[in-house]
């Protein structure tokens, strides 16, 4: 009689965890593509659409409240472009709220849902009342749009996945007249900023299609700027034209 050995024991619990995390990124690319699925229903209704909202409850179901649109200053709250709980059944989204209720709780379902990020609480509202704000229709042209702010000239960024999710360590802007590639290890943007292409950025990682078509390794010569070594968490990534 054959009894498992050390070796069989250790070689399974590697491919266990191995298993594991890609189960954890396959339901983390599932979460995401869902908010993608469910942000065209609402966009195809309201273009200008940037928040649901909804009250989240212990047992992890929710209550879609309202679409909003972009908040136009500090002063003001977010425009109220549709209402479901006025069940007037007036309005496009009237008829598929159901629908969008239950792609947005699948979102938030797990705990480590790449989509919580995108949650904060209703600061117009009181009690339990939350807003999820829409992904952007073109991730990293949002990004290409956020780096240009304060760096004009970037033409592609260096993207560390190990830093909460998917930090820019880079700015690189371009050759200078020697040839050299003139880079920006401390790029100028605001912690708000910073957040919010962490933000961006991390769905990029967690959905392949768009880390593979964005996400390129980075040259054999390349040195982290901040003098720690690299792994196959850190890419480059060329920005898009801006408009």
């Known amino acids: 009689m054959t009894s498992t050995t050390h070796e069989d024991l250790t070689l399974l619990a590697e491919q266990r965890s191995q298993l594991d995390a890609q189960g954890k990124r396959i339901a983390q690319a599932y979460c995401l593509a869902v908010l993608d699925h469910v942000s065209a229903k609402i966009r195809a209704a309201y273009p200008e659409a940037v928040y649901v909202a909804f009250a989240f ?9 309202a679409v909003l649109g972009a908040q ?3 002063l003001r709250t977010c425009p109220e472009l549709w209402n479901n709980r006025e069940g007037t059944q007036e309005h496009p989204l009237d008829y598929i709220a159901d629908e969008i209720e239950s792609d947005v709780q699948t979102a938030l379902a797990p705990y480590l849902s790449p989509a919580w990020a995108s949650v904060h609480r209703n600061s117009a509202s009181e009690g339990n009342s939350w807003l999820l704000e829409l992904p952007p229709v073109d991730r990293v042209a949002r990004v290409a749009e956020l780096v240009r702010e304060r760096h004009p000239e970037a033409t592609a960024v260096i993207v560390d996945g190990r830093r909460s999710g998917g930090r820019i360590i880079e700015v690189l802007e371009g050759v200078a007249d020697d040839g050299t590639q003139i880079r920006a290890p401390r790029p100028r943007w605001t912690p708000s900023c910073d957040t919010l292409l962490t933000r961006i950025l991390a769905q990029v990682l ?8 964005h996400l390129m390794p980075l040259p054999s010569d390349y040195v982290h700027p901040h003098g ?10 060329p920005l898009p034209p801006t408009a």
């Open 228 to 237: 720690i070594s690299t792994s196959d968490q850190t890419h480059l990534m």
């Open 206 to 213: 967690s959905i392949p299609a768009l880390a593979d078509r």
């Open 72 to 74: 136009t200053s500090a």
């Open 57 to 65: 409850y212990s047992t992890r179901t929710l209550d879609m409240h």
